[in-house]
């Protein structure tokens, strides 16, 4: 089992930063991926960033260039640094953890609003 519990959330101006921050806890050493994901109302879950426990990222098309995702694999945590954010970026933002045998884990969510 896998705990992961996000933090980091909040209100921000439009063209504001955030960093968002994801510590896992449990079984950690089967952690391959981490990532976070995003959903708005009425909209799917997506995508946002993922990297790997070798540090290689992908990320969702909306955020190219926008966000950057990093890991520090001695504290077990993930961060997201969000810059110039837009109101399209409200969502509730899901930190996810997936071991080397493909079981996915998820955070509770953490709320980023956009709004002046």
């Known amino acids: 089992q896998v705990q992961l519990v996000e933090s980091g959330g909040g209100l921000v101006q439009p063209g504001g930063s955030l960093r968002l921050s994801c510590a896992a806890s449990?079984?950690?050493?089967?952690?391959?991926?981490m990532g976070w994901y995003r959903q708005a109302p009425g909209k799917q879950r997506e995508l946002v960033a993922i990297?790997?426990?070798?540090?290689?990222?992908n990320y969702g098309d909306s955020v190219k260039g926008q966000f950057t995702i990093s890991r520090d694999n001695a504290k077990n945590t993930v961060y997201l640094q969000m810059n110039s954010l837009k109101p399209e970026d409200t969502a509730v933002y899901y930190c996810?953890?997936?071991?080397?045998?493909?079981?996915?884990?998820w955070g509770q969510g953490t709320q980023v609003t956009v709004s002046s």
């Open positions: 449990g079984v950690i050493f089967s952690i391959n991926a």
């Open positions: 996810n953890a997936v071991s080397v045998v493909g079981k996915s884990s």
């Open positions: 990297i790997t426990r070798g540090g290689s990222t």
